[in-house]
């Protein structure tokens, strides 16, 4: 059976992040360039169905699995991967598996079923759930509607949490659409109608329950690893371009001020309100008259993103769009249910998944490294080509993402061949994706490790790139 290629697009753009969770045990966080001699980039190689490559896409890293190249023998791969499962950073018992992306046989197999601390992992699910529910296409769909009277202008929130406070970037991802866009359509529509004063209203009814999880960190928020969960914000609640923290306590209310102010520039008076910088929540009538309206990037580009630069913001907004899309409620449990119900919908066994959010953050969150690779393998099939930004938006090692300063060393001959998703909390520490081994054959791999003693996760890293490098390196056939 054919499968589809493991891509790698160029679309998503990479959010630089400046530091890790608690310290030493970073988190998954796009490094900045490279301080080492650059990896060598990956060969060019057949590229991907035109209709599966978003606009700018690149050629692919990994070749599409095929049936010329031998299996690897299990017992051979597991004598190359033990060294680097039996490093004590990696805690006493990791998870690991190990599947042939062609047809799903399991190659390796350490403690599979045992349910772990994935991290970001998680983000792998959430991606898939995104894909398939929401569909690559779509868009989320940030408007402005008339008020209750001609006096007022709603700005309703669609779930585009990447507006810019400027114009929009058609070629972007964060920052496709611009409130300044929006203003300058908004206010031609006032002038239109003959209105030169109107009072902004804001609409963010569309998610619902606490803005920051009970799970999270104390300090996750302050810190910048995540911002309050809204339907709608100006590059994530960032309140200085370009650095992760500090992020509005209120990221719709901050967006719906920045559009004001656009409005405002745009020779729109502003009607006195008695609310803190001159804008008041109120629901929109359903059936107001649109006066403007700006898309987002597709989902597709945002999944990318999100797993290149590993967003928890993205991911928990894409969680609540996917529960939304079924019926449920724009919640973090309604979220972490409806991605749940998406991935097994697809046909992987999700026995012992439990989410507690769709990022990784959330410490009560469990995954068995069976189920990623199961993923893993699905999404490789051309039965799934909604899936297609799911592989393109992996980190590629050495290269990209949260894998662009790793994969040097003893593991340097696997840059450019794996391309996986990190995952790290304090004793956390995760890998799950893709390497083309020595013969030619495309492996799907996960490694869990909840365990990791103080100190280690950064050796916990070099052994999950370690495992990674041997799958790489085999001529195990």
């Keep these: 059976m054919r499968r589809a290629v493991v891509g790698l697009a160029g679309a998503a753009t990479a959010v630089v992040l400046v530091a890790g969770y608690a310290g030493l045990d970073a988190a998954d966080a796009v490094p900045g360039p490279l301080t080492t001699t650059p990896p060598p980039t990956a060969a060019p190689l057949p590229t991907a169905p035109a209709a599966l490559v978003p606009d700018g896409g690149a050629a692919p890293v990994l070749a599409p699995p095929g049936t010329a190249a031998p299996v690897?023998?299990?017992?051979?791969?597991?004598?190359?991967?033990?060294?680097?499962?039996?490093?004590?950073?990696?805690?006493?018992?990791?998870?690991?598996?190990?599947a042939d992306a062609l047809t799903g046989e399991v190659l390796l197999s350490r403690a599979a079923d045992v349910p772990r601390t994935p991290a970001s992992v998680t983000k792998l699910l959430t991606a898939a759930a995104a894909l398939d529910v929401l569909g690559p296409g779509s868009r989320a769909v940030t408007t402005v509607v008339r008020g209750t009277s001609d006096d007022e202008v709603v700005l309703?929130?669609?779930?585009?949490?990447?507006?810019?406070?400027?114009?929009?970037?058609?070629?972007?991802?964060?920052?496709?659409?611009?409130l300044a866009d929006l203003a300058a359509t908004t206010a031609e529509a006032l002038r239109a109608a003959g209105r030169t004063t109107v009072a902004v209203r804001l609409d963010d009814g569309l998610f619902s329950g606490p803005a920051v999880s009970p799970a999270w960190a104390a300090g996750d928020v302050t810190a910048g690893y995540v911002a309050p969960i809204a339907p709608i914000a100006v590059d994530e609640g960032r309140l200085v371009p370009g650095r992760e923290a500090p992020r509005a306590a209120d990221p719709a209310l901050w967006a719906a001020r920045a559009f004001a102010a656009a409005l405002e520039a745009q020779g729109v008076e502003l009607a006195p309100a008695a609310v803190e910088g001159g804008v008041a929540r109120a629901a929109a009538d359903p059936g107001a008259p649109v006066l403007a309206r700006a898309e987002s990037a597709t989902t597709a580009e945002q999944v990318e993103l999100m797993l290149t630069a590993s967003d928890n913001t993205l991911a928990e907004v894409l969680g609540r769009r996917v529960a939304l899309a079924g019926g449920r409620t724009g919640t973090f449990e309604d979220?972490?249910?409806?991605?749940?119900?998406?991935?097994?919908?697809?046909?992987?066994?999700?026995?012992?998944?439990?989410?507690?959010?769709?990022?990784?953050?959330?410490?009560?969150?469990l995954l068995p490294a069976r189920a990623l690779t199961g993923l893993l393998v699905l999404a490789a099939s051309d039965e799934h080509p909604q899936l297609s930004a799911l592989l393109s938006g992996l980190p590629v090692a050495g290269v990209t993402g949260t894998l662009a300063d790793r994969y040097?060393?003893?593991?340097?001959?696997?840059?450019?061949?794996?391309?996986?998703?990190?995952?790290?909390?304090?004793?956390?520490?995760?890998?799950?994706?893709?390497?083309?081994?020595?013969?030619?054959?495309?492996?799907?791999?996960?490694?869990?490790?909840?365990?990791?003693?103080?100190?280690?996760?950064?050796?916990?890293?070099?052994?999950?790139?370690a495992f990674a490098a041997a799958l790489a390196a085999c001529g195990c056939s």
């Design 72 to 98: 690897p023998a299990p017992a051979a791969l597991g004598e190359r991967t033990a060294a680097a499962l039996a490093d004590p950073a990696l805690g006493p018992a990791p998870s690991a598996v190990v």
């Design 156 to 178: 309703v929130a669609g779930g585009d949490v990447l507006l810019s406070a400027g114009a929009g970037d058609p070629a972007a991802v964060a920052g496709r659409a611009g």
């Design 335 to 365: 979220a972490s249910a409806a991605v749940t119900e998406a991935v097994a919908a697809l046909g992987v066994d999700v026995t012992g998944v439990q989410l507690q959010g769709v990022s990784g953050l959330g410490r009560g969150t």
């Design 408 to 465: 040097g060393g003893e593991s340097a001959a696997a840059a450019g061949v794996v391309r996986a998703k990190t995952g790290t909390l304090t004793g956390v520490s995760s890998l799950a994706g893709y390497v083309r081994d020595a013969d030619g054959r495309v492996l799907a791999f996960a490694v869990l490790s909840d365990a990791v003693p103080a100190g280690a996760s950064w050796g916990a890293r070099r052994a999950e790139d």
